[in-house]
């Protein structure tokens, strides 16, 4: 969906709050696709801000399918984006900035999918755990241990001491 900002940007002191649905299904990275369960509204307060400028501010909430990062369960990954942005007209940009103009704007035009998109990848949590104290697999046979112990030996010896544990085996009698 695409938002007319020209009204905000000519007129000082003029305010529009825009209720937008979120068309987006699923949220694709380098990480993966995760794909969006549960989502409301985003909702744009839009504030002239000077000249050729409008503040954007609002929020919209979402609920994604993600895999925990250690035993690889899926999880749901609540996100309560909260933004609050400074964009200019096409006009009130110099040369320089001109290079900088955010994706999301299209002439005087606000991409509401793409908007949304870019809050995401900035919010996206570094690690997402199904609980705190995750366990995570086993490294030898692959099983969940949050759900059973399986026994394995998961010993792994300090590569460090590696040449004295060569002299032991040399010296050892058999």
């Known amino acids: 969906m695409f938002i007319n900002l020209s009204e905000v940007f000519s007129s000082e002191g003029s305010k529009e709050t825009v209720e937008a649905p979120v068309e987006l299904q699923s949220f694709q990275s380098r990480l993966g696709d995760f794909p969006i369960v549960e989502k409301t509204p985003a909702v744009f307060t839009f504030t002239n801000d000077g000249v050729n400028k409008a503040k954007v501010e609002g929020g919209v909430r979402l609920v994604l399918k993600a ?13 309560d984006l909260k933004f609050d942005r400074v964009v200019t007209s096409p006009e009130g940009s110099t040369e320089e900035e001109a290079d900088d103009i955010p994706d999301f704007m ?32 086993c490294p030898v046979c692959g099983q969940n241990r949050n759900l059973r112990e399986c026994g394995c030996d998961t010993f792994v010896p300090d590569p460090r001491m590696a040449v004295i544990k060569d002299i032991f085996n040399a010296n050892k009698e058999v």
């Open 106 to 137: 299209e002439g005087y035009q606000l991409n509401t999918e793409t908007f949304v998109y870019d809050e995401i990848l900035v919010n996206w949590p570094t690690k997402i755990l199904c609980k705190e104290d995750c366990k995570g697999v």
């Open 67 to 79: 895999g925990c990062d250690r035993c690889l369960a899926e999880v749901p990954v609540v996100l």
